[in-house]
């Protein structure tokens, strides 16, 4: 079982990742609804894997990766950003 954080500003999305992971999968998971958020729980949680929306409030995803990577203690936990924009 992971300890997995997920930073997600839509409240029915970041849900439905935490049922999915949750029920699914057996993991356990840790909810933030924005990357400011999601940057002071990762040190306090120490997951197994960051989920970061690329698009929410006070902090991107991008900055929030950025500003991650700058803490010692969780700059080596793997990062893997979701996003709702399509594009041709």
Do not use: W
Not at 17 to 31: E, N, P, R, S
Not at 68 to 79: A, E, F, H, T, W
């Amino acid at each position: 079982m992971a300890r997995i954080l997920i930073a997600e500003d839509e409240r029915d999305i970041r849900e439905l990742i935490d049922f999915t992971l949750t029920i699914y999968a057996g993991h356990q998971v840790f909810k933030a609804s924005d990357g400011a958020q999601a940057l002071q729980m990762a040190p306090e949680v120490m997951p197994d894997l960051i989920m970061l929306d690329v698009r929410m409030p006070r902090m991107s995803g991008y900055q929030t990766c950025v500003e991650l990577k700058k803490l010692d203690s969780v700059k080596n936990i793997p990062v893997v950003f979701l996003s709702a924009k399509g594009q041709d």
